[in-house]
């Protein structure tokens, strides 16, 4: 006799009935991802964004039209203009005035009138204020939770973003960056639905000839707030600014050093027990 099998609340719009049509949904966790899609409002002229693919997969997978997506280190808003074309509702958060205004600019160039509601605030995600004022703006547009968290943090000092003190990149050392980024995650994480996922993107580091492996350290912190780990992606990291055209610098380097050349990070996926 067969087991009956608990109903499972459907978290997407995907029709299982026809699961063998969606070509363009992945489900290893090798993300080869080649090159940054463009176009849609996307550029890749912000030293640290993240490519538009991810935030397409994580909303494809784990939101349904309408429901709501919150990222709190939006930089130039590579979410939320998925989000407003895949019919989802989104707030973003950031420290830098920058970030905000070219994310309203890049908004109302590439969608003149989303499906749903999508705004960008300016402001510290470690501070519980900064919650206060999403939840207010979530209650005004009548969604009592979120159904989608995205954290793309600074991968530590990496790259500087702001001179800001409250700026995660600007932590003094990896303790520090640790502790501001489970507030983050302590920040939002109630604001999320039950069984609802959250989506971390992340890179380690090296420091004086040591491998920092700040994936798994955030890792820890998301699993000690009340998330089981769902999945561990590992995507291809293209060139980037910082190392375009210095492959072989790099590979000198790595093989003087006695280490290998960054080519991957993470794309990790917890769900809120
Ligand atoms: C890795 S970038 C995110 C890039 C983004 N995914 C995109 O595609 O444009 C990290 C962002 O976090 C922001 N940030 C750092 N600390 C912050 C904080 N305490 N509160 C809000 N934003 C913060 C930085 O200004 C930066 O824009």
Redesign the pocket.
Known sequence: MRTPTRPQKSLNDLDLSAWDTYDDIITDSLWLLGKRLQGDGHSAD?W???VPQIPYQAMRRFTKRGELVI?????????LIEAARLGRAAIG????PH?VEQTRQRLTQAHQAPEAPVEVLL????HPS?RARVHALMQQWGYDCAHLLIL????HDI?R??DAP????NAPDEKAFLA?FER?VQNFAPLLAQERFLVL?IGDKYTRGEWIPLGFYCMERVLQNGFKLKSICVKDIQENRGKRGQYSLWRYRALKHHFYVFKHEYVMFFQKR
């Open positions: 912000y640290g964004n993240f990222d709190p280190f939006v930089g130039l808003g590579t979410t958060i950031d420290l830098q970030c402001g510290d995600s470690t900064t793309h943090p600074p991968y790259i973003f702001s409250e700026d995660l990149s501001a983050v993107v």
